[in-house]
């Protein structure tokens, strides 16, 4: 009988014994697929939630069991998620942050004042001031001799903890209620969502019913909180911005941040991570005031874009008042539902009834932005949200530029589509590490890489307006010589042309009595 090995796990030129030896081979390349460009990053405050750590969801639910109800707050995370949200965006991954002065909301059973004792302290399971909606209930359980504690909170699934026995005395079933919130009752019946329990100083109290009672003293520790608290530091413990890192986030938002001097450090941040960072000016920002800003901060990279701060009035259904806030939501929503070759450039945004250059809608709009305006904003690398749109009477991104003062380089598609490329290859190229530099090798190499690239100009993310290829590949002896191989270096050369944007639209029109028009 043969012998069956995978391909690459038998040296084949030190065989000795004679048989039949068979190889399972699998294709030499791979094929590459696209990484995400949906996925919306943002840092910011709550009143609920772990801080300082990443928390994936994709729904308004899903925001508000992660991180409680919306704020009105400058820095309110919900705030940005709900405005991305109207625009089609689907995919978040949330950071909270806090001043460090934020504290859990707790309930003492039975607490006795007197002595200031309890036998089981019940704790929200994060910080904030959701943590004070958290209601409990203790009475009869399903089976006699037997108590239930019921948690619930707005928002979340009620909790049970039933059928706890007293059978054997009142410190074996307080230490059994504390077992049963913190490690679960059942396969069905697991650990609490929402609390924490932990033993008191007095257990030998009997249980008795408790009802219509709530959690007390949860704060959010917002009201210190800095644009500095939301760009965090970077380290073993990541706080803030930098607990984005590995995520996977294409979108980044420091939300309601409007401090210039942090942009420097967004950017370094955003080409990093394959980010594009998404920046405001500060509420009544004028365009003298938002050029000024840009000089000071010094800035010039496609990682970060930079809206003026002509905020925009939004209704706010959770808390029932139109509000002005950050432009940043409607700008990373609508760049997360588009194909990364297109910039936001004249897309319709959803959800503004006014701003404060236009007023509100419903007060008749009566101020908009001259050509002279937009090409100092332009010019200097900042961009708006206004109405109307080259396409007609809503409100869009007006320019779809970053802030680099390379034309070149200046649109939101260059940093959509490169960062786009860059992380696709830097997820599935590492394939290849501790592979045999051969001629196999290298055409493999190049076959993955033409095979990726192919797919995205056949899709209409890269292309030349002539039709002909978008790209090359070359990855052989011609820029790998022996020299440079045999130290353990392989390189592969990548040209790409990127698709242009129809920024000015130019038409040309011949008329007049005199003009003579022939039609084949």
């Given at each position: ?159 049970s903890f039933d059928n706890l026995s007293v059978a054997q005395g009142n410190v074996s079933f307080w230490a059994n209620l504390v077992s049963a919130v913190n490690n679960g009752q059942s396969a069905t019946r697991g650990p609490s969502a929402l609390v924490v329990a ?323």
């Amino acid at each position: 009988m043969g012998i069956i090995s995978q391909s690459g796990s038998l040296n084949t030129a030190a065989l000795a014994v004679p048989d039949l030896y068979v190889q399972i081979q699998t294709a030499g390349s791979t094929s590459l697929s696209g990484a995400s460009t949906n996925v919306v990053g943002l840092v910011g405050t709550a009143t609920w939630g772990p801080v300082n750590t990443p928390v994936v969801f994709g729904t308004s639910q899903e925001r508000i069991a992660a991180f409680g109800p919306m704020q009105t707050s400058v820095f309110d995370l919900a705030t940005v998620v709900s405005t991305a949200i109207v625009q089609g965006a689907s995919d978040f991954v949330g950071v909270r942050v806090t001043d460090g002065t934020d504290t859990a909301a707790s309930y003492a059973l039975l607490y006795d004042s007197t002595a200031g004792t309890y036998p089981v302290l019940l704790s929200a399971k994060y910080s904030g001031t959701a943590g004070n909606t958290i209601s409990l209930e203790m009475s009869a359980g399903s089976a006699p001799g037997t108590w239930k504690l019921v948690l619930q909170m707005p928002n979340a699934l009620p909790e049970s903890f039933d059928n706890l026995s007293v059978a054997q005395g009142n410190v074996s079933f307080w230490a059994n209620l504390v077992s049963a919130v913190n490690n679960g009752q059942s396969a069905t019946r697991g650990p609490s969502a929402l609390v924490v329990a932990s033993p008191g100083a007095n257990s030998n109290v009997s249980p008795a019913v408790i009802t219509g009672q709530t959690f007390m003293n949860g704060q959010d520790g917002n009201s210190g909180v800095s644009a500095q608290s939301l760009v965090g530091s970077d380290g073993v413990a990541r706080t803030g911005m930098y607990a984005l890192r590995g995520q996977s986030c294409s979108i980044g938002v420091l939300t309601g941040v409007t401090d210039s001097t942090t942009w420097s450090t967004q950017i370094a941040f955003g080409l990093a991570e394959g980010m594009y960072m998404i920046a405001c000016g500060p509420l009544d920002e004028t365009i003298s005031d938002a050029l000024s800003r840009r000089t000071s901060a010094g800035v010039d990279s496609y990682a970060l874009k930079v809206m003026l701060g002509d905020w925009l009035y939004w209704y706010d259904s959770e808390n029932s008042m139109t509000r002005l806030v950050s432009p940043q939501g409607f700008v990373a929503g609508r760049l997360s539902t588009l194909s990364p070759e297109l910039p936001s450039l004249n897309k319709q945004l959803y959800g503004i009834i006014g701003s404060q250059k236009a007023g509100l809608t419903a007060d008749g709009q009566t101020l908009t932005y001259s050509s002279a305006e937009l090409t100092s904003l332009f010019q200097n690398g900042i961009d708006v949200i206004c109405n109307p749109a080259p396409g007609g009477a809503y409100w869009c991104v007006r320019g779809g530029f970053n802030v680099s003062s390379n034309p070149e380089i200046d649109g939101d598609e260059y940093t959509r589509v490169t960062n786009f490329i860059a992380e696709t290859i830097s997820n599935g190229m590492g394939i290849y590490i501790g592979l045999a530099i051969s001629p196999t090798l290298f055409s493999n190499v190049e076959a993955t890489l033409t095979g990726f690239l192919s797919d995205l100009q056949s899709q209409g993310i890269i292309g030349s307006s002539s039709g002909s290829s978008a790209y090359s590949v070359v990855c052989s002896s011609v820029n790998n010589p022996q020299s440079r191989t045999a130290l353990g270096y392989l390189q592969a050369d990548i040209s790409v042309t990127y698709l242009g944007v129809n920024r000015k639209f130019i038409v040309n029109i011949n008329g007049g009595a005199d003009v003579t028009v022939s039609s084949n």
